[in-house]
């Protein structure tokens, strides 16, 4: 028999993201940090030290285990979390619970239930889940609004919420925008102070190096999530040892993402997330594929107590003119969930997988899919986004690199695009044509180039059939970007 | 409105750029669904051109009256424009684009400059667009005819490379269309709009963030729109639909992460089964995580139907180096053109509807422009008595509750007080849901009032005591007049959620 507190910030995303300015969402996230730290060490030192612990804090989310339940250690908790949520929060709603949770074998779900049961999984996903459900309740309890409304002369409005009204000066900030503004300015203080060998800003045109009287600059951006995380979680039969893999998990990616940073001389780049599993961050154009790379390979390399975590990448190089809410868009929201598609379609799990765009100027969006419909039967897609894993990533990287020693012109590649839009077949009966009269591809590079990127799969003999998928999208994105022909390459 | 029908067609290829085009060249044409585009905006800018060059001929008055009065320092509103245009769309697929090549000599050496090779994408010379322009109705039949003469009378000019003979575009047909309109008596009605150009709604917040670049919408209309600008008394907020009513996707609608899209579960079931019994889930399904489905979901009398896409456009205007032509800054307006628009509507008093409409902001510069698809009088609530009994069966089958049990899917922003009841006579259970902000600007007052609500999507379960009849009347009554505060912003709108019977676990 034991006595839970549980805790839960309500609506997380709102309270990160109702400020749409960069360094607020970095300071948001910092807030929420402090707030679970000083929620971990709320027992130390308190007459309640001996009766219970914390078993976890994290995300927004804690909870602690007593033995008894007496009224005074209720309100003693109840007061604590509502002074923290008003000094880290800014008086942000948490939604909290305090009770008794006797066996943890449930009934079994009625036949008609669609939702998975908790029956398979270890105790501390039962407890968890079960803890979850008392604490969306209460939130649907408490869920109230206040119904008058507030008037707030149009100018006067935070430019960064639109919601709250801005402090004095003219281009000032609502005071919880403000305050998250700071934060995140701080955090990035803290880094510089702990990583000397780079310098972490929020100035985009400064990271991409872009001189002033330069066009546009270009930034590399990934963002990086754990797989089946959830899979993991379920297997553990108690809070100590999800606490301490959170923990281990969090620190493992900390040390690769800094170690990946320093080894490759990263000199100038923003983190504007880096907790639980995910990273986010911002560098120069140059330095996205090596510290991909090495994140890759560090990654793969370890295993969090004993468990092999895989992760997904989305990743792009984008014009710094491109503003953070679409930058974050791009990666978080459109290309990572394809590299974790392709995972799953691929069946290949213990891969880290990846999705690329090259987002030139005036592109404004992740997923880009063309479709030629050529003869029936022989349509080609050319998904630009499509995830793959890394080293078939690493191979067409180094093919493009090759295919441009070998003078594979823009020109040709055009060509082949033109080609593409007849369908499948006379496309690949051109390409023979086109890569032999207008490159010096050998004959390995150019078997490789149809068979895996211009028509993979595709064959003279019965290839038609279904619509043919092509990396050639891809391959023309690396193409610009590596150094192909008055490309402005280098990377 | 007078609405007349035009066919333009390109006497030489043209490249008008603004709307989605091929990154892949220097210059592109604008598309939309693969075809060729030319935007409204691009379209009313030539016309006014035109007018503004025949003032002469057509009288200041008139030309005034056609590209509106520009505005002046201190002025608070400028004079709006008394004709609008659609966007003209062509037959000719983007795949028969003409891709052509231009290059810049250097003068001194008469040789092509280094990097002066640049590449557009042109529809050909021959390809036809068709669209409309719409006269607002003071403007007289003469002045209508007299500015379809001058827009016949030699070519118009429209778009990238102009200097080098692109983008002479000939009307080749310009047919009067009868006026038309509807007769509507009062009562309620489901209105489905067809937009002919995109929508702008300015979201509040978003729109600060690096304004300089980037001008992002809503992909829904104001409730305020509708009235402001016609007869009908109150409208909910014209939510995208796919020509059947659209809304916004309930909180229990669950889909796979990172699966298909289009695979949805609808789960009121389950959630309401664990919040009563306090029965812990996992939010997966045969082992796959699930989310909240998002966006806006068909609901017709058979219960909820596809995921209604959301087309955004993006109108995309560049700064180039007059010298290489290559970007070196642009900025983005984000905008909307879903199939259709869906909303309800109030009429007080019978009126002569019109068929164009013209909504949203940014009216002047050609968005907004919206043609009536249908009006029928509203009768969804038909189906309301069957899913309330559905629902309740539920809750004293599954849950030993008795009674009578109405699951409310808010398909409008609610504004509530603290402890209040939806309705005399019902009493709120619970809500799985969420609260947000929503934001409007008043002309009362002069202020933008920043009003928290129950968010559309949000499931309120009430319990009455009344009985079938008498609750299906007041909830009736509610659905035209609204629930809580606001209803004159169309907030508090509702349909009775059409909950998943029977199906057992596959």
């Known amino acids: 028999m034991a006595f839970y507190f549980a805790y839960d910030v309500s609506s997380i995303k709102k309270f990160l993201f109702d400020s749409l300015e960069f360094k607020a969402i970095v300071g948001a996230s910092q807030l929420v940090k402090q707030f679970d730290q000083s929620m971990k060490e709320v027992l130390s030192s308190s007459q309640w030290e001996k009766l219970g612990k914390c078993v976890f804090t994290g995300g927004g989310t804690g909870f602690f285990e007593f033995r008894e339940k007496p009224d005074q250690l209720q309100e003693f908790l109840e007061g604590e979390v509502e002074k923290k949520r008003q000094e880290f929060l800014l008086g942000h709603p948490v939604a909290w619970v305090f009770e008794e949770i006797g066996s943890l074998s449930f009934p079994a779900l009625p036949p008609w239930f669609q939702l998975d049961s908790v029956g398979g999984t270890g105790e501390y996903a039962r407890l968890f889940s079960r803890i979850a459900i008392s604490l969306n309740r209460k939130k649907q309890q408490e869920l109230e609004i206040d119904e008058s409304p507030g008037w707030v002369d149009a100018s006067e409005l935070c430019p960064s919420c639109g919601t709250r009204r801005r402090l004095g000066d003219q281009d000032g900030f609502c005071p919880v925008c403000l305050q998250k503004v700071q934060q995140g300015e701080a955090y990035f203080s803290r880094l510089n102070q702990a990583y000397p060998s780079c310098t972490f800003t929020f100035d985009l045109n400064a990271i991409s190096g872009k001189e002033q009287d330069q066009e546009v600059g270009e930034l590399g951006v990934l963002y990086g999530d754990g797989n089946s995380m959830g899979d993991i979680y379920k297997g553990f039969q108690s809070g100590e040892a999800f606490s301490s893999f959170s923990e281990e998990l969090e620190g493992s990616i900390q040390e690769a993402v800094f170690s990946a940073l320093q080894s490759q001389g990263v000199k100038k780049a923003a983190i504007p997330i880096l907790g639980g599993d995910d990273m986010m961050i911002i560098l120069p154009r140059k330095d996205l594929f090596p510290v991909l790379d090495r994140l890759d390979v560090s990654l793969s390399q370890k295993k969090v107590q004993g468990h092999k975590v895989t992760y997904s990448f989305g990743a792009a190089v984008v014009p710094t003119t491109l503003p953070f809410y679409l930058i974050f868009q791009i990666v978080e929201n459109e290309l990572l969930p394809e590299a974790k598609t392709a995972r799953q379609k691929s069946g290949k799990v213990d891969q880290n997988f990846i999705s690329f765009r090259y987002i030139k100027a005036t592109m404004i969006e992740g997923k880009r899919e063309k479709v030629f419909p050529g003869e029936a039967g022989y349509q080609v897609s050319l998904p630009f986004h499509r995830g793959m894993d890394f080293p078939e990533f690493r191979k067409m990287v180094k093919m493009v690199k090759s295919a441009s020693q070998m003078d594979l012109r823009k020109t040709t590649l055009q060509k082949l695009w033109e080609s593409l839009s007849l369908g499948a077949y006379p496309a690949l009966l051109n390409s023979f044509y086109f890569l032999k009269r207008n490159s010096k591809l050998d004959e390995q590079t150019q078997k490789d180039f149809l068979e895996n990127v211009y028509l993979p799969g595709f064959s003279l003999q019965g290839g038609a059939g279904k619509a043919m998928e092509s990396r050639f999208g891809t391959f023309m994105e690396l193409y610009d970007l590596l150094g192909g022909e008055k490309a402005g390459g280098g990377a | ?506």
Not at chain 2, 23 to 36: A, K, Q, W
Not at chain 2, 132 to 150: M, P, W, Y
Not at chain 2, 349 to 373: H, N
Request: with cysteine.
């Open chain 2, 1 to 506: 409105m007078k609405r007349v029908d035009i066919v333009l067609k390109a006497l030489t290829p043209v490249a008008v750029g603004g709307r989605n085009s091929d990154p892949n060249y220097h210059l592109g044409m604008s598309s939309e669904n693969d075809r060729f585009l030319i935007p409204a905006s691009v379209i009313k800018g030539a016309i006014h051109e035109r007018v503004r060059g025949l003032e002469h001929l057509l009288g200041a008055e008139l030309a005034l009256q056609i590209t509106g009065k520009p505005q002046e320092k201190g002025e608070e509103k400028p004079s709006a424009s008394a004709m609008h245009a659609t966007d003209f769309s062509s037959d000719i697929p983007v795949s028969m684009g003409q891709p052509r090549n231009r290059i810049r000599m250097n003068r001194k050496t008469r040789t092509v400059e280094a990097g002066g090779l640049f590449s557009m994408m042109t529809a050909p010379a021959g390809s036809e667009f068709r669209g409309s322009l719409f006269f607002r109705s003071d403007v007289e039949e003469e002045s209508v005819q007299k500015v379809i003469r001058a827009l016949r009378g030699f070519p118009l000019v429209m778009g990238s490379g102009k200097t080098a003979g692109f983008g002479s575009m000939e009307v080749v047909r310009a047919e009067r269309k009868a006026e038309e309109s509807q007769e509507l008596g009062v009562g309620f009605y489901r209105l489905i709009l067809k937009p002919l150009t995109p929508f702008v709604v300015s979201p509040f917040g978003h729109e600060t963030l690096e304004k300089k670049y980037f001008l992002p919408s809503l992909p829904t209309v104001s409730g305020r729109a509708i009235p402001a600008t016609t007869p009908f008394s109150r409208s909910t907020p014209p939510l995208p639909s796919t020509g059947l009513p659209g809304v916004f996707s309930p909180s229990t609608l669950q889909k796979e992460k990172y699966g298909d899209e289009n695979i949805s579960f609808e789960v009121l079931r389950e959630f309401v089964y664990g919040y009563e019994k306090l029965q812990p889930s996992l939010l997966q399904r045969k082992g796959k995580r699930l989310e909240p489905f998002g966006g806006f979901v068909e609901l017709g009398p058979e219960g909820f139907g596809k995921r209604v896409p959301v087309q955004k456009v993006f109108s995309i205007h560049v700064q180039r180096n007059p010298r290489t032509k290559i970007v070196q800054t642009f900025w983005v307006q984000q905008a909307h053109k879903p199939v259709a628009l869906s909303c309800l509507v109030s009429v007080d008093k019978s009126f002569t509807m019109d068929r164009i409409l013209v909504l949203g902001g940014a009216r002047g510069k050609g968005y907004g422009v919206m043609e009536v698809q249908s009006i029928a009088p509203y009768v969804d609530w038909e189906s309301w008595k069957g899913r309330i009994e559905s629902f309740s069966r539920f809750m004293e089958k599954e849950l030993g509750n008795k009674g009578l049990f109405v699951p409310l899917l808010l398909t409008s922003p609610l504004v509530l007080g603290a402890g209040e009841n939806l309705l005399e006579g019902f009493s709120r259970k619970f809500i799985l849901g969420r609260t947000g902000s929503e934001r409007y600007f008043d002309p009362g007052v002069q202020k933008v009032a920043v009003q928290e609500a129950f968010e559309p999507g949000s499931v309120v379960v009430v319990q009455t005591e009344y009985s079938m009849e008498k609750a299906l009347e007041t909830l009736k009554l509610a659905k035209t007049r609204g629930l809580g505060n606001g209803v004159e912003n169309g907030w508090g709108d509702f349909e009775v959620y059409p909950m998943r019977e029977g199906g057992d676990r596959e």
